[in-house]
């Protein structure tokens, strides 16, 4: 009798251990996601830990709303939506070819980002402005003018949040074919180029996002970094005007002003919380129109994602 309780005590306290050890490891772990989540807020928090993710594979009441409300557009007109924690998706028109036009800028940083990886080397140079970096089609870098130093941390930042054209110019010299050719290779594109510039598809112009989304071509910080410079840029009358102040959008907008070749185009990442997605809309039009269709298509998104059961 002796014996048996002696044994059920050593059970008694090897449990006990056990439990006191993987309370200590489940601590260790929620810790520790909660300290990646603050650090890389922005990345897909599956590449963080495994955690309960709001799942909804069923989109089709909002792909027929969506159907019904686009038609009138044509073809000139091309959309991809993506529900983030589930890859479920909805494209209209999502293959049409468009003018990349300032979408193209994103490329390029990752293109710096994954040059400054290459090299090992996280210090951004300060260069001087050349007179061929210098155009005055979009921002106001361009009136500094020839011979003003900047850091390429900050160029980076102004491409990023006022798509500056002078601003991305002054990455485009540190970065090696190599450079642009491991961005694209990890991307599910096929880059095509004309005579005015890089073509792109809303579709595709979702996978550039979702890379950087799912750090899946940079690393965490870099992807980390780019995304958080897209959250502050000032262009807000398009993807933004559409949702609520107080959702958080990493977004890009393009414009194509040629005459017969007029498009507007905006894609983001909506940090809807647990419910995050991806939109991108490409309106081939005046720019009041395209804001309409671009600002309206996201309201509808959001109000349906924000809105379903589970």
Known sequence: MKYIFIFILLLSLVGNIALFYNWQQSSSVGKNFDEQVRKYPYLSKRILADIPQDIRINFLPLRNKLQTDTAPYGDKFGMYFEYLPTGTSIGINSTNEFL?????????????FKHKERIKNESD?????????????????????????INLKDAVR?????????????????????DFNNVYEGLDIDL?????????????????????????ILNKDHSEEILAYLTKTKFQ?????????????????????????????DCG??????????????????EKTARE??????HTVYEFVKDFEI
């Open 100 to 112: 990349a036009a300032s979408l193209f800028k994103l490329p390029v940083v990752m293109a710096y």
């Open 125 to 149: 140079p300060t260069i001087v402005l050349t007179q061929n970096m210098l155009d005055d089609r979009f921002g106001d870098l361009y009136k500094k003018g020839a011979g003003y130093k």
């Open 158 to 178: 102004i491409t990023l949040e006022e798509s500056d054209n002078t601003a991305v110019r002054t990455l485009v010299p540190q970065l090696s074919k190599d």
């Open 192 to 216: 095509k180029l004309d005579k005015q510039g890089a073509i792109i598809t809303a579709k595709q112009y979702g996978s550039i996002l979702k890379a950087l989304f799912f750090s899946s």
């Open 237 to 265: 009358d398009k993807l933004p005007a559409g949702v609520p102040s107080s959702v958080v959008v990493a977004h890009k907008i393009g414009v194509v002003e040629l005459s017969d070749k007029e498009a507007y185009m």
């Open 269 to 286: 990442i909506f940090y809807v919380p647990r419910r995050p997605y991806l939109l991108c809309v490409i309106s081939q039009s005046d």
């Open 293 to 298: 269709r671009i600002k309206n298509i996201s």
